[in-house]
């Protein structure tokens, strides 16, 4: 990922916690009928808020943060709209909320408010130090997505596509100089797992954020995608990734299954309703909010007493090389496992 040559002007706050060195996981929900993009380090909230509203879609981590820093990311709630807005500005939230009578805006009181100056704001999260060394947080604009006009990628090609293909702009407006919200973690700050893939594409594996596990979670084996192949399945495919982390375990599927939803019919394998370690989740066209034509695949990393289950999953939506997710076990029960061999 390129870097900028511009800093947004982040101020520390004194009466904000000191920087720690330890890391959280910022997860992205998405609500396709509002277009609403949700941001939120709390892991139980974004595998809850699927099951108490279906109408949410988890899309993973989204990028990775310092626990605490001296540069608080705020978050805002429209009680007008029922938009939320997050911003590393505190000049641009207090004036967002002292015109709330007008505009809607508010601080949003469902997390724990920190008291800053003379205004409780709610703090969402902290912002990597503003530096070179760190991945900018791109923040855009799109006037014609409704409630989800605001949206915040650590992306660098997901934030290019936005502008080349869906009519969003970088947003401008205080001191996000050049579209940058705020900053997370690099991936050096970031111990990633692996430093180049083997692809077809032309942005090298090393570009992307890799995700932390999720708090309460082990996996068997750390993720290296340096080895991975594309002769097959493409690079960043949920397929090239359930394929290649399979391999990682002796475990061999062929490379020619097709796409995400054909896996649960190949005849050649054993297929099962009963979570299995180290098998393929196959996932029906539309099956929670995945793609409608295709499908999608997921890897099991691992299964909790309770029968809950964790997965890893690659796909181009996502912003970083791939994602954990969390599925209930009265979610994994309206799965097929796809066994290898």
Known sequence: MGTLSVVPQLIAH??????????????????????VHFYTTDVNYYNNKVISDPSWVKEGVAFEEPEKSDFPVFRLYNTKTGEYYFTANNDEANKLITASANLGWQNDTSLVQYQHDTTSKTIAFYSAAPDQSNIPVFSLYNAQA???????????????????????????????QQGVAWYALSQENNTPEQSTTTNTNSTPASNYPIPGIPSGWQISKPINTSHYSSATYNFRQCTWFAWNRAKEFGINFSPYMGN??????????????????HSVVSFKGGQFSFNRQY????????????????????????????VYQIF???EASQLHFVIGQ
Not at 156 to 173: C, L, P, R, S, V
């Open 14 to 35: 004194a009466d904000t916690p000191v920087s720690t060195d330890q890391k959280v996981s910022v997860y992205r929900l998405y609500q396709p009928q509002s277009k």
């Open 146 to 176: 409704g409630l989800g006009e605001h949206f915040y990628t650590a992306s660098q090609d997901e934030a290019t596509t936005a502008e080349n293909d869906w009519n969003w702009t970088k947003f401008d407006d205080f001191n996000n």
């Open 260 to 277: 995400g939803q054909d896996w649960q019919s190949d005849a050649g394998y054993r297929v099962t309703s009963t979570p299995v370690l």
């Open 295 to 322: 499908g999608h695949v997921a890897f099991v990393e691992a299964i909790h007493p309770d029968g809950s289950i964790l997965v890893s999953e690659s796909g181009l939506g996502y912003s970083s090389l791939y």
């Open 328 to 330: 209930t076990a009265q």
